[in-house]
């Protein structure tokens, strides 16, 4: 069974208008972290956003916001005012188990939503 | 802050041979993790070095390996290459300790075999 759902293979938003970018994850560990990247066709992968499983609020960096929803175990990704920029690869990944602790933190990824932004 | 670095940024080897490919990580972090990304897929786990030991595996067969030096920069070696080893790999460094262990990516290096 796929651990990271992104089921949004492409997705359309108008440049300064909001988009949202979905992914479900599965894990029966109770403490996990939940990260987003993205991809410019350069290849880098650049942070963008973390959720820890714990975390009380949804995190927000910068035009970047995490939706939450830990029963539903979907974090969505929230782009506001999307830029040219922005347009690129997007992928969910998620570190099971808690951070810290010393021990084997792979992370493990979804298959990527590709966004484009229209001028 | 210098951030990861990778090096070489392409590469093409034919069939049977062999490669390494090295990185840097960025200043600060102590473990290191190496990830090979296929066109159109997600990054896939190869392994992680921490403290100069492999820390964990995917599921790669042995002939892909690694080091970690005293610096916290890292090694990946692959030998008797194989077409399907064509590919993205990126190495990602982060601090183990921290709250987050949030891996940071360098550019990558882009393998073709022939």
């Known amino acids: 069974a796929q651990k990271i759902t992104q089921t949004q293979p492409g997705m359309f938003v108008q440049e300064k208008e909001a988009v949202t970018l979905d992914c479900t994850y599965d894990?029966?560990?109770?403490?996990?972290?939940l990260f987003w990247y993205k991809q410019p066709s350069s290849g880098e992968m650049i942070f963008l956003i973390y959720?820890?499983?714990?975390d009380q609020q949804n995190a927000t960096e910068g035009r970047y916001s995490l939706n939450f929803q830990k029963a539903r175990k979907s974090a969505n990704l929230v782009i506001s005012a999307s830029q040219l920029g922005d347009s690129a690869m997007y992928f969910c990944a998620m570190r099971e188990g808690p951070g810290g602790a010393g021990n084997n933190r792979k992370l493990i990824w979804g298959l990527g939503t590709s966004l484009a932004v229209n001028p | 802050e210098t951030g990861v670095t990778q090096s070489p940024t392409h590469l093409i080897k034919t069939r049977g041979q062999q490669v390494t490919l090295r990185c840097s990580s960025q200043?600060?972090?102590?473990?290191v993790s190496w990830y090979q990304q296929a066109l159109g897929q997600g990054p896939q786990f190869i392994f992680q070095?921490?403290?100069?030991?492999?820390?964990g595996r995917g599921n790669f067969p042995p002939r892909f390996s690694g080091l970690q030096f005293p610096n916290y920069s890292s090694e990946l070696n692959v030998n008797a290459l194989e077409l399907d080893d064509s590919a993205l790999y990126l190495c990602?460094?982060?601090?183990?300790?921290?709250?987050?262990?949030?891996?940071?990516f360098g550019p990558g290096t882009r393998l073709t075999v022939l």
């Open positions: 894990t029966s560990d109770p403490s996990y972290g």
């Open positions: 200043s600060g972090h102590n473990t």
């Open positions: 070095y921490y403290r100069e030991e492999e820390n």
């Open positions: 990602a460094s982060s601090f183990t300790g921290g709250l987050t262990d949030t891996q940071y």
């Open positions: 959720q820890g499983s714990y």
